[in-house]
């Protein structure tokens, strides 16, 4: 069984930065795919970031130049550094990870954490 925990969310102004963490847990897992996507209040869940096992990242256009992607592959954690946050970026975020546990390959979700951008 795969776990996703994610923390570093909260309540921050606009143009404040965050930084959002995420460790995986299991037996034997191997991260194809490590990522953030989000969801705020009536809008679908959508991708914010993807970093893959070459080190290709991905990210949604209204994220870039502000949002940066990284991980450890060693310590099954990747983070999300977001700057110059806007009000728009408030949702509930959630980490991601397509994994290879030697018999099966499957996506996994964490249980999400809050981020408010707020005068």
């Known amino acids: 069984q795969v776990q996703l925990v994610e923390s570093g969310g909260g309540l921050v102004q606009p143009e404040g930065s965050l930084r959002l963490s995420c460790a995986a847990s299991?037996?034997?897992?191997?991260?194809?795919?490590m990522g953030w996507y989000r969801q705020a209040p009536g809008k679908e869940r959508e991708l914010v970031a993807t970093l893959n096992n070459r080190m290709s990242t991905e990210y949604a256009d209204s994220v870039k130049g502000r949002f940066a992607i990284s991980g450890d592959n060693a310590k099954n954690m990747w983070f999300l550094q977001m700057n110059g946050l806007k009000p728009e970026d408030t949702a509930v975020y959630y980490c991601?990870?397509?994994?290879?546990?030697?018999?099966?390959?499957?996506?996994?979700w964490g249980q999400g954490t809050q981020v408010t951008v707020s005068s």
């Open positions: 299991g037996k034997s897992i191997n991260i194809i795919i």
């Open positions: 991601y990870a397509y994994v290879d546990t030697g018999l099966l390959r499957a996506p996994y």
